[in-house]
């Protein structure tokens, strides 16, 4: 082999080693992917469920595991003692209804005419009362008659005319009818029963509990034949929908997002692809010290964002760490 096929050979095996070394004078290249991938876990959402009002617990109808619709029943409260309330609170709302009533139609024509009947008859005495006196009165200086009776007389006169004001009054009273403040009064009596009604059946409809959501009961705290107390925990509800993801996204990488950009969710072990979108970046950092001063540390930020997974199932758990792939993500900046 001659000199100049050596030659030949060392120039091309020369080339073909730089242009490996130098990815084909940076033509080679592979080209970046503009997608970015971030970590994160399916969020812990769950909300406490018990009774507003104490009780003994008198049935629980579902178990843990079952999956519930908002506005289920899940669990009763014996109801004996507040059923009791309850009659006695209705019965003093017709007991203050009758006496507004009473007040407010004012006296029956059977009253008013007794009373005119007694006006009537305290002024026929009191006429007898004032006919004796004026027939003795002349009697008394000559000693026609006794002092006593002319003392019986001036009394039976003042005790006449006494009754005969009474009965006027009484008269005037009934026709007049009830006074403004009785029936204010009235009315207020009222208002104080209806709103302790109102409260009576408020506990008793709340010995009643009803899901507040959709979800899966993962937690009976409670049994039938327990007595709880207001607000004491009987079951744990996990709202699994709509799913939530939380992941973290470095400070370096936050103008590479925004919210509405599409993702894709996936998690070890489960073959299927979730698709989701960012709904949500937090304005502040996170885990970092309150004042940064250099860029090694400002390039340590991190800043929470949520996903909300639209077609989430069973397989996907909440807690469970997953993959959050970007690939809309705008390419990095250089600086």
Do not use: C
């Not at 139609?105 to 004032?130: P, S």
């Not at 009604?197 to 009643?208: A, E, F, I, M, N």
């Not at 079951?235 to 925004?258: F, G, K, N, W």
Request: hydrophobic letters at 40%; charged letters at 25%.
């Amino acid at each position: 082999m001659d000199r100049r096929r050596i030659a030949l050979i060392v120039i091309a095996v020369v080339l073909v080693v730089t242009a490996v070394a130098t990815g084909g004078f940076g033509l080679l290249q592979p080209r970046v992917q503009p997608g970015l991938t971030l970590n994160g876990n399916v969020d812990i959402r769950e909300v406490d469920l018990g009774f507003r009002v104490n009780g003994r617990i008198a049935a629980i109808g579902v178990e843990e595991g079952a999956r519930v619709k908002t506005g289920q029943l899940l669990a009763t409260l014996e109801t004996d003692t507040l059923d009791s309330r309850s009659a006695q609170a209705d019965a003093r709302v017709a007991q203050a209804r009758a006496q507004l009533a009473k007040l407010r139609n004012g006296n029956r024509r059977q009253d008013i005419a007794q009373a005119r009947a007694r006006v009537t008859a305290a002024a026929a005495l009191a006429r007898d009362a004032e006919a004796d006196y004026a027939r003795r009165q002349p009697l008394v200086e000559p000693g026609a008659i006794s002092r006593d009776i002319w003392e019986q007389t001036l009394a039976q006169r003042d005790r006449a005319r006494a009754q005969l004001l009474e009965a006027q009054q009484g008269l005037s009273l009934l026709n007049a009818g009830s006074r403004p403040e009785d029936i204010a009064a009235a009315e207020a009596d009222l208002r104080a029963a209806e709103a302790a009604r109102t409260g009576s059946s408020t506990d008793l409809s709340d010995t009643k509990l009803h899901a507040a959501t959709d979800g899966v009961v993962v937690t009976r705290a409670r049994e039938p034949g327990a007595i709880v107390q207001p607000g004491e925990t009987v079951l744990t509800l996990a709202i699994d929908r709509p799913m939530r993801v939380r992941a973290y996204v470095a400070e370096s990488d936050l103008a590479r997002i925004s919210p509405g950009m599409r993702v894709v969710v996936t998690a070890d072990g489960n073959p299927k692809r979730y698709q989701g979108t960012i709904g949500y970046i937090s304005p502040r950092a996170e885990f970092t010290p309150k004042s940064v001063e250099t860029a090694n540390l400002r390039t340590d930020l991190v800043y929470q964002l949520r996903v909300i997974v639209s077609d989430p199932d069973d397989a996907l758990r909440q807690g469970q760490p997953v993959t959050v792939a970007v690939p809309g993500a705008r390419p990095p900046h250089k600086n």
